[in-house]
């Protein structure tokens, strides 16, 4: 028997229902829902390079990253990414197309076996800004 209080009431986004409503857009929409998920996920890169080099900047980019990622998850639900030796995808379509040479921080994440990183709704600065250290 479980105790009471001991429930996982963990949310992963939003009802099935809503997700799968949320995910049916047309060509256009994808569109830009393609182009917006790689402007985003450059800036993701950007906050990896400075915090690779300890440049400044961290500060700028986990912003633009957290104004970006916050529409967007507004706007869609849950976002999930995969991540691939190649870039990083949305679904079956690549989003973010680099090679190991020009982004080894995101080479690492591959390399550390992270294949996979959601985004969820009510995702908050101070979490945003516990991006990946590599």
Known sequence: MSQPGNTDQRKSGPPETDRDDRRELDSGQRAD????????LNVFLRVLRARQGKATGVVEALDDFFEGISSLLELYGEITVRVAIDGLYTGEQQVLEVSPREEPAL???FQYGIRQIS??????RKRSALLPRC
């Open 33 to 40: 829902f393609l182009r917006e998920v790689s402007r985003v």
């Open 119 to 124: 985004f969820l709704p009510g995702l908050s």
């Open 107 to 109: 080479f690492r994440i």
